[in-house]
């Protein structure tokens, strides 16, 4: 029997697919920090220790580091085995970076804006209000210079970092009042870190910063008048819904907060460079499973909430919603000009913002208009 020969067609998709599988896994390796003393064809076991930012399996963030090492182990057949320690088991969470950057352990896990006080430029890596969204964070890493320069930064601190996760577009909070014009931003305190806070402070609340676990009875006992968190999913689990009596929309201030990987730069360069591809690889499908987990989980727990009419939807003004985003411009000009480094890394952001928003204005936002 004679093969039927194949359509040219069929031909050219096929050599797109592979075409397609080829350039992603070479990028994969050229990425990688290259090393001579390549033992790939060897046995030789690597034990790392990974510390992360959250809680001990942290539902998502932290299932994703344990995930990591998992994959970790088995695409290399058990030669690298990454040993995953929840925020304080080994070293207090903030703590992490500087664990990383000595040398004490090899891997890290958290987000780029924890490493803030060090220099403003980390805030771009993880999220900016009214910065990218997870697919636009996504395209300025991998298409634009964001990796090179998340990287640049990196390596002064002896760190080589991965992009690997993200929150998608968060919600704006939990409010016990209405929040319709900007003088009800008035004397609010609300707890909200990072430049999202600097933010509000501008428009006469009060940001205040609330760690996790004291959220909860923070707001319930009235000490705090709102909070934010994350989105449905996590919010839920944290029981705000019971306690306060409208949730917001959009999360202007973390629109899709990159989640982070980082290892050690010496510990890394001994790796052979299969190795070292084999963590470039598990960040890429860490940073995709993070926020599928994320988006799909809380599609359950927004129709959760919406069955149990505890709380109200609300959303922030397109008033309300433009004079934050003056405000930010503000903020940010502020804090980027007197560091060269930050101010190049803003720059540069921005005008990758900004061409790319006018392809998502024409195309995902004419789209969503279109279901509506
Ligand atoms: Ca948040």
Known sequence: MTKKPISRKKFLKNSALLLGSATSLSSCISETTNNSNSDIYTNKKYTWKMVTTWPPNFPILGEGANLFADWVNEMSGGRLQIKVFGGGELVPPLEAFDAVSNGAVEMGSGAAYYWAGLSPAFQFFATVPFGMNNQ???????????MKLYRELYSKYNLVPYLAGNT???MGGWFNKEINTLEDFKGLKMRMPGLGGKVLNKVGASAVLVSGSELYTSLERGVIDATEWISPFHDYAMGFHKIAKYYYSPGW????????????KRALEKLPTDLQAIIECASHKLNLWIVSNIEGKNRIYLQKMK???EVEFRLFSDEILSVLKEKTKEVLEEITESDPFSAKVYANYSSFQNEISAW??????VYYNSLT
């Open 136 to 146: 636009q964070l996504n395209a300025w890493m991998l298409e634009g210079d964001g």
């Open 168 to 170: 998608g577009v968060q």
């Open 253 to 264: 201030h973390e629109p899709g907060t990159g989640l982070e990987l980082f290892a050690n």
């Open 307 to 309: 069955e149990e009419k």
């Open 360 to 365: 998502s204005n024409l195309s995902e936002k």
